[in-house]
């Protein structure tokens, strides 16, 4: 629909800022009501093995054979591909269309210095 398109054109181009900093702190005209419903965070890939059922050693959503690895979590955009790990342990698998990244849970928060890297690489910018 073009309205749709226009939308996801527009917010292409938008600032990467949260919505706490973009707009709430900003605002006179918010209103917060009660609610009682279930809430997390999704700061980071981390929050997926609080909120994503788990085979009691990972967390995966995607197509996983895994040897000897605990603690992963693994995630595919794809269900046409396999991730297999082997021997690994508190790690961070993913990978969306033509990009895989591979982290230590604890490094998660470098992501973002990960995807600058790429911003600044002509070579690599494509791949965002």
């Known amino acids: 629909a073009p309205l749709e398109e226009k939308g996801v054109a527009a917010y292409a181009e938008l600032e990467k800022k949260s919505i706490d900093y973009a707009l709430m702190e900003k605002t006179q005209l918010a209103y917060v009501l009660p609610a009682s419903f279930g809430w997390d965070d999704l700061g980071d890939w981390n929050a997926l093995e609080r909120l994503h059922n ?71 910018q494509d791949f965002l």
Do not use: C, F, P, W
């Open 54 to 124: 788990s085979d009691g050693k990972n967390v995966a959503m995607a197509n996983h054979v895994e040897l000897d690895t605990e603690g992963a979590i693994v995630y595919s955009s794809s269900d046409d591909e396999v991730i297999v790990t082997i021997g690994l342990d508190d790690v961070l698998v993913v990978r969306d269309r033509n990009a895989t990244l591979i982290a230590k849970k604890d490094r998660t928060q470098d992501i973002k210095k990960a995807i600058k890297l790429i911003q600044n690489n002509s070579k690599l």
